[in-house]
Protein backbone atom coordinates (compact mmCIF):
# COMPACT_ATOMS: atom_id res chain seq x y z
CA UNK A 1 0.00 0.00 0.00
CA UNK A 2 2.73 2.62 0.63
CA UNK A 3 6.38 2.30 -0.46
CA UNK A 4 9.60 4.47 0.63
CA UNK A 5 12.09 4.09 -2.31
CA UNK A 6 16.00 5.34 -1.42
CA UNK A 7 14.39 8.43 0.35
CA UNK A 8 16.63 10.77 1.49
CA UNK A 9 15.33 14.87 3.31
CA UNK A 10 17.71 17.59 3.30
CA UNK A 11 16.73 20.45 5.42
CA UNK A 12 19.59 23.10 4.74
CA UNK A 13 22.43 21.82 6.10
CA UNK A 14 20.68 19.17 8.44
CA UNK A 15 19.87 15.48 6.82
CA UNK A 16 16.65 14.24 8.25
CA UNK A 17 16.31 11.25 6.53
CA UNK A 18 18.91 9.12 5.11
CA UNK A 19 18.31 6.56 1.89
CA UNK A 20 15.17 5.07 3.93
CA UNK A 21 13.56 2.43 1.92
CA UNK A 22 10.42 0.00 3.19
CA UNK A 23 7.49 -1.13 2.64
CA UNK A 24 4.06 -1.03 4.02
CA UNK A 25 1.26 -4.09 3.41
CA UNK A 26 -2.63 -3.59 2.84
CA UNK A 27 -4.42 -3.21 6.28
CA UNK A 28 -1.38 -3.42 8.20
CA UNK A 29 -0.28 -1.15 11.45
CA UNK A 30 3.14 0.40 11.00
CA UNK A 31 4.30 2.13 13.63
CA UNK A 32 7.35 4.56 13.46
CA UNK A 33 9.29 4.90 16.48
CA UNK A 34 12.51 6.81 17.98
CA UNK A 35 13.50 9.58 19.89
CA UNK A 36 12.98 13.45 18.89
CA UNK A 37 14.72 14.31 15.70
CA UNK A 38 15.21 11.03 14.20
CA UNK A 39 13.03 11.87 11.18
CA UNK A 40 10.08 9.60 12.01
CA UNK A 41 7.12 12.93 11.68
CA UNK A 42 9.26 13.40 8.44
CA UNK A 43 8.72 10.14 6.96
CA UNK A 44 5.14 10.71 7.79
CA UNK A 45 5.02 14.41 5.59
CA UNK A 46 6.69 12.42 3.31
CA UNK A 47 3.73 10.22 2.71
CA UNK A 48 1.27 12.87 3.51
CA UNK A 49 2.54 15.39 0.97
CA UNK A 50 2.75 17.95 3.44
CA UNK A 51 6.96 17.44 2.09
CA UNK A 52 8.88 16.19 -1.18
CA UNK A 53 11.87 13.89 -0.73
CA UNK A 54 14.96 15.34 -1.59
CA UNK A 55 16.00 12.43 -3.58
CA UNK A 56 13.70 9.49 -3.63
CA UNK A 57 10.09 7.75 -4.58
CA UNK A 58 6.96 7.77 -2.70
CA UNK A 59 4.37 5.35 -3.96
CA UNK A 60 1.04 4.30 -2.54
CA UNK A 61 -1.36 1.85 -3.81
CA UNK A 62 1.62 1.25 -6.55
CA UNK A 63 1.07 5.16 -7.66
CA UNK A 64 3.93 7.54 -7.92
CA UNK A 65 2.74 10.64 -5.69
CA UNK A 66 6.22 11.75 -5.15
CA UNK A 67 5.40 15.10 -6.14
CA UNK A 68 1.32 15.33 -5.68
CA UNK A 69 0.01 17.50 -3.48
CA UNK A 70 -1.70 16.12 0.10
CA UNK A 71 -5.45 16.48 -1.79
CA UNK A 72 -4.49 13.85 -4.39
CA UNK A 73 -3.46 11.64 -2.12
CA UNK A 74 -5.85 9.25 -0.71
CA UNK A 75 -4.54 9.31 2.87
CA UNK A 76 -5.80 11.37 5.89
CA UNK A 77 -4.00 12.71 9.07
CA UNK A 78 -4.71 12.68 12.74
CA UNK A 79 -2.31 15.21 14.26
CA UNK A 80 -1.22 15.44 17.48
CA UNK A 81 -3.17 18.84 18.61
CA UNK A 82 -6.66 16.95 17.29
CA UNK A 83 -6.87 20.68 14.89
CA UNK A 84 -10.49 20.75 15.06
CA UNK A 85 -12.82 23.65 14.00
CA UNK A 86 -13.65 25.29 17.38
CA UNK A 87 -16.18 27.07 16.01
CA UNK A 88 -18.57 23.75 14.15
CA UNK A 89 -20.35 21.33 16.31
CA UNK A 90 -18.66 17.85 16.72
CA UNK A 91 -20.90 16.32 13.84
CA UNK A 92 -20.01 19.33 11.34
CA UNK A 93 -16.16 18.74 11.93
CA UNK A 94 -16.57 14.88 11.33
CA UNK A 95 -18.69 15.95 8.18
CA UNK A 96 -16.95 18.79 6.80
CA UNK A 97 -14.00 16.53 4.66
CA UNK A 98 -17.08 14.52 2.98
CA UNK A 99 -18.82 18.39 2.30
CA UNK A 100 -15.38 19.67 0.45
CA UNK A 101 -15.42 16.26 -1.64
CA UNK A 102 -19.37 17.59 -2.87
CA UNK A 103 -20.82 14.21 -1.38
CA UNK A 104 -24.73 14.20 -1.63
CA UNK A 105 -26.18 15.33 2.03
CA UNK A 106 -27.67 11.98 2.09
CA UNK A 107 -24.58 9.80 1.61
CA UNK A 108 -22.83 12.46 4.16
CA UNK A 109 -25.23 11.97 6.49
CA UNK A 110 -25.11 7.87 6.30
CA UNK A 111 -21.28 8.11 6.79
CA UNK A 112 -21.06 10.33 9.23
CA UNK A 113 -23.71 8.58 11.48
CA UNK A 114 -21.93 5.12 11.17
CA UNK A 115 -18.99 6.56 11.70
CA UNK A 116 -20.15 8.27 15.00
CA UNK A 117 -21.11 4.92 16.26
CA UNK A 118 -18.40 3.24 15.44
CA UNK A 119 -16.48 5.74 17.67
CA UNK A 120 -19.29 6.32 20.26
CA UNK A 121 -19.69 9.87 20.14
CA UNK A 122 -23.41 10.00 19.36
CA UNK A 123 -24.00 12.15 22.98
CA UNK A 124 -21.90 14.69 21.95
CA UNK A 125 -22.45 15.79 18.12
CA UNK A 126 -24.18 19.23 19.03
CA UNK A 127 -21.18 20.11 21.34
CA UNK A 128 -18.34 21.95 20.34
CA UNK A 129 -14.37 20.57 20.48
CA UNK A 130 -13.75 22.69 23.52
CA UNK A 131 -17.19 20.99 25.61
CA UNK A 132 -14.97 17.66 24.86
CA UNK A 133 -12.33 15.90 27.00
CA UNK A 134 -9.17 15.11 25.62
CA UNK A 135 -9.86 11.37 24.90
CA UNK A 136 -13.32 12.45 23.55
CA UNK A 137 -11.47 15.35 21.27
CA UNK A 138 -9.67 12.69 20.30
CA UNK A 139 -12.26 10.17 19.11
CA UNK A 140 -13.27 13.06 16.89
CA UNK A 141 -10.44 13.86 15.04
CA UNK A 142 -10.25 10.17 13.80
CA UNK A 143 -13.84 9.91 13.05
CA UNK A 144 -13.31 13.04 10.99
CA UNK A 145 -10.36 11.53 9.68
CA UNK A 146 -11.73 7.82 8.86
CA UNK A 147 -15.18 9.00 7.17
CA UNK A 148 -13.57 9.82 4.11
CA UNK A 149 -12.59 6.58 3.60
CA UNK A 150 -9.06 6.91 2.71
CA UNK A 151 -6.43 4.08 2.02
CA UNK A 152 -3.94 5.03 4.36
CA UNK A 153 -4.51 6.90 7.50
CA UNK A 154 -1.43 8.45 9.49
CA UNK A 155 -1.35 9.12 13.23
CA UNK A 156 1.39 11.67 14.51
CA UNK A 157 1.63 10.95 18.24
CA UNK A 158 -2.36 11.70 18.75
CA UNK A 159 -2.39 9.92 22.55
CA UNK A 160 0.60 12.28 23.82
CA UNK A 161 -1.64 14.78 24.89
CA UNK A 162 -4.00 12.32 27.09
CA UNK A 163 -3.12 11.40 30.47
CA UNK A 164 -1.69 7.92 31.10
CA UNK A 165 -4.65 5.95 32.37
CA UNK A 166 -6.90 7.50 28.91
CA UNK A 167 -3.41 6.55 27.00
CA UNK A 168 -3.71 3.30 27.68
CA UNK A 169 -7.69 2.79 27.01
CA UNK A 170 -7.37 4.69 23.61
CA UNK A 171 -4.26 2.39 22.84
CA UNK A 172 -7.00 -0.59 23.25
CA UNK A 173 -10.03 1.32 20.96
CA UNK A 174 -7.19 2.41 18.07
CA UNK A 175 -6.28 -0.91 17.69
CA UNK A 176 -9.53 -2.61 17.74
CA UNK A 177 -10.73 0.11 15.38
CA UNK A 178 -7.76 -0.40 12.70
CA UNK A 179 -9.17 -3.91 13.19
CA UNK A 180 -13.02 -3.33 12.21
CA UNK A 181 -11.91 -0.57 9.31
CA UNK A 182 -9.38 -2.77 7.21
CA UNK A 183 -7.69 0.47 7.08
CA UNK A 184 -3.67 0.76 6.65
CA UNK A 185 -2.73 2.64 10.06
CA UNK A 186 0.87 4.58 10.05
CA UNK A 187 1.50 5.61 13.41
CA UNK A 188 4.27 8.01 14.75
CA UNK A 189 5.40 7.74 18.52
CA UNK A 190 8.80 7.91 20.35
CA UNK A 191 6.76 5.70 23.15
CA UNK A 192 8.01 2.39 22.89
CA UNK A 193 4.87 0.86 25.16
CA UNK A 194 2.05 2.60 22.48
CA UNK A 195 4.44 0.89 19.83
CA UNK A 196 4.72 -2.59 21.11
CA UNK A 197 1.07 -2.60 22.13
CA UNK A 198 -0.61 -1.60 18.70
CA UNK A 199 1.61 -2.51 15.57
CA UNK A 200 1.90 -5.04 13.26
CA UNK A 201 5.82 -4.00 12.62
CA UNK A 202 7.50 -0.77 14.13
CA UNK A 203 10.38 0.51 12.17
CA UNK A 204 13.07 1.91 14.42
CA UNK A 205 14.54 5.06 13.36
CA UNK A 206 17.69 6.40 15.03
CA UNK A 207 19.54 10.14 13.36
CA UNK A 208 17.40 9.71 10.06
CA UNK A 209 18.30 5.97 8.85
CA UNK A 210 15.79 2.74 9.54
CA UNK A 211 17.77 0.95 12.63
CA UNK A 212 15.02 -2.02 12.05
CA UNK A 213 12.19 -3.14 10.81
CA UNK A 214 10.20 -5.88 12.22
CA UNK A 215 7.16 -8.03 13.71
CA UNK A 216 7.24 -6.20 17.98
CA UNK A 217 8.70 -9.97 19.19
CA UNK A 218 11.36 -9.81 16.61
CA UNK A 219 11.89 -5.99 17.43
CA UNK A 220 12.00 -6.82 21.04
CA UNK A 221 13.62 -10.26 21.54
CA UNK A 222 16.02 -10.05 18.17
CA UNK A 223 17.12 -6.65 18.52
CA UNK A 224 19.91 -6.14 14.98
CA UNK A 225 21.56 -2.98 17.02
CA UNK A 226 23.00 -2.13 20.00
CA UNK A 227 20.19 1.31 19.65
CA UNK A 228 17.11 -0.98 19.17
CA UNK A 229 18.01 -3.51 22.24
CA UNK A 230 18.57 -0.45 24.66
CA UNK A 231 15.68 2.01 23.08
CA UNK A 232 12.83 -1.10 23.39
CA UNK A 233 12.67 -2.20 26.88
CA UNK A 234 15.72 -2.46 29.49
CA UNK A 235 18.41 -4.69 28.40
CA UNK A 236 21.95 -5.55 29.75
CA UNK A 237 24.38 -4.36 27.17
CA UNK A 238 27.62 -6.79 27.30
CA UNK A 239 30.93 -7.02 25.30
CA UNK A 240 32.19 -10.66 25.18
CA UNK A 241 35.06 -12.49 23.32
CA UNK A 242 33.92 -15.63 21.37
CA UNK A 243 35.99 -18.36 22.34
CA UNK A 244 34.47 -21.51 20.31
CA UNK A 245 31.81 -21.97 17.93
CA UNK A 246 30.17 -25.20 17.03
CA UNK A 247 26.54 -27.21 17.66
CA UNK A 248 24.72 -23.57 16.45
CA UNK A 249 26.65 -22.18 19.66
CA UNK A 250 29.16 -19.57 20.82
CA UNK A 251 30.81 -20.14 23.66
CA UNK A 252 31.60 -16.39 25.05
CA UNK A 253 33.52 -15.07 27.55
CA UNK A 254 32.01 -11.50 28.98
CA UNK A 255 32.98 -8.73 30.75
CA UNK A 256 34.97 -10.29 34.43
CA UNK A 257 35.04 -13.71 32.99
CA UNK A 258 31.80 -15.06 33.30
CA UNK A 259 31.34 -17.85 30.63
CA UNK A 260 28.13 -17.96 28.40
CA UNK A 261 27.12 -20.53 25.72
CA UNK A 262 25.25 -17.90 23.18
CA UNK A 263 22.60 -18.66 20.37
CA UNK A 264 25.04 -18.20 17.15
CA UNK A 265 24.18 -15.40 14.89
CA UNK A 266 25.46 -14.53 11.27
CA UNK A 267 25.97 -11.06 13.25
CA UNK A 268 28.60 -13.13 15.12
CA UNK A 269 32.29 -11.76 14.52
CA UNK A 270 34.97 -14.13 14.58
CA UNK A 271 36.55 -12.68 17.87
CA UNK A 272 34.33 -10.08 19.78
CA UNK A 273 30.47 -9.89 19.94
CA UNK A 274 28.21 -7.72 21.73
CA UNK A 275 25.68 -9.49 23.42
CA UNK A 276 22.08 -8.25 24.84
CA UNK A 277 20.15 -9.46 27.56
CA UNK A 278 16.87 -9.32 28.19
CA UNK A 279 16.12 -8.68 32.69
CA UNK A 280 13.19 -10.28 32.99
CA UNK A 281 15.21 -13.74 30.43
CA UNK A 282 17.66 -14.02 33.62
CA UNK A 283 16.36 -16.66 36.19
CA UNK A 284 17.16 -16.56 39.89
CA UNK A 285 16.39 -18.90 42.13
CA UNK A 286 18.44 -20.25 46.03
CA UNK A 287 19.33 -23.16 45.04
CA UNK A 288 21.17 -24.40 42.22
CA UNK A 289 19.79 -24.96 38.57
CA UNK A 290 20.38 -27.41 35.99
CA UNK A 291 21.55 -27.05 32.15
CA UNK A 292 23.80 -24.62 30.72
CA UNK A 293 24.67 -20.86 32.00
CA UNK A 294 24.14 -21.27 35.16
CA UNK A 295 25.85 -18.91 37.35
CA UNK A 296 26.45 -17.46 41.06
CA UNK A 297 25.69 -14.26 41.97
CA UNK A 298 24.93 -11.68 45.33
CA UNK A 299 21.56 -8.98 44.84
CA UNK A 300 23.31 -5.97 45.50
CA UNK A 301 19.92 -3.37 44.80
CA UNK A 302 16.10 -4.08 44.51
CA UNK A 303 13.78 -1.91 43.83
CA UNK A 304 10.43 -2.39 44.78
CA UNK A 305 8.14 -1.53 41.61
CA UNK A 306 4.78 -3.30 42.60
CA UNK A 307 4.03 -5.64 39.76
CA UNK A 308 7.35 -6.56 39.59
CA UNK A 309 10.83 -6.30 41.64
CA UNK A 310 14.13 -4.42 38.93
CA UNK A 311 17.30 -5.93 40.75
CA UNK A 312 20.82 -5.68 40.48
CA UNK A 313 23.16 -9.00 40.55
CA UNK A 314 26.58 -9.48 40.98
CA UNK A 315 28.14 -11.90 39.34
CA UNK A 316 31.65 -13.50 38.36
CA UNK A 317 34.48 -10.28 38.03
CA UNK A 318 31.93 -7.63 39.65
CA UNK A 319 29.93 -7.70 36.61
CA UNK A 320 26.67 -6.28 36.93
CA UNK A 321 23.22 -7.84 35.30
CA UNK A 322 19.88 -6.38 35.65
CA UNK A 323 16.83 -8.43 36.27
CA UNK A 324 13.39 -8.08 36.47
CA UNK A 325 11.51 -10.53 38.56
CA UNK A 326 7.38 -10.54 38.89
CA UNK A 327 5.91 -9.78 42.17
CA UNK A 328 3.60 -13.42 42.45
CA UNK A 329 3.44 -13.93 46.39
CA UNK A 330 5.79 -16.84 46.21
CA UNK A 331 7.98 -16.90 48.67
CA UNK A 332 10.88 -18.67 46.64
CA UNK A 333 10.99 -15.98 44.33
CA UNK A 334 10.74 -13.04 46.98
CA UNK A 335 14.49 -11.66 47.11
CA UNK A 336 15.93 -8.74 49.06
CA UNK A 337 19.83 -6.89 49.05
CA UNK A 338 22.79 -9.08 50.37
CA UNK A 339 20.96 -12.55 49.30
CA UNK A 340 23.43 -15.04 47.15
CA UNK A 341 21.10 -16.39 44.27
CA UNK A 342 21.93 -18.81 41.57
CA UNK A 343 21.20 -17.47 37.79
CA UNK A 344 20.52 -18.79 34.82
CA UNK A 345 19.80 -17.17 31.12
CA UNK A 346 19.16 -19.47 28.26
CA UNK A 347 21.42 -19.28 25.18
CA UNK A 348 18.02 -18.37 22.85
CA UNK A 349 17.56 -15.53 24.96
CA UNK A 350 21.11 -13.95 24.43
CA UNK A 351 20.97 -11.60 21.87
CA UNK A 352 24.32 -10.77 19.23
CA UNK A 353 23.90 -7.48 17.71
CA UNK A 354 25.80 -5.18 16.33
CA UNK A 355 27.22 -1.94 17.52
Do not use: W
Not at 312 to 336: K, M, P
Request: aromatic letters at 8%; charged letters at 25%; a negative charge.
Amino acid sequence: MVELRNISKVFGSFTALQEVSFEIAEGEFMTFLGPSGCGKTTCLRLISGFDTPTTGQVLIGGKDVTFDPPYRRDVNQVFQSYALFPHLSIYENIAFGLRMKKIAAAAIKTKVDRVIEMTALGQFIDRKPSQLSGGQRQRVALARAIVCEPKVLLLDEPLSALDAKLRTQMRIELKQLQKRLGITFIFVTHDQEEALTMSDRVAVLSAGRVEQIGTVNEIYYQPATRFVATFIGETNIVEATVLSRGNGLLRCRLEGGLELDVKDSPQATPDNVLLSLRPERLRLSRASFEGRNVFPGRIAVEIFKGAVDDLTVIVQGGLELGACLTNDGQQEFDFHEGEEVFCRIQPEDISIVSA
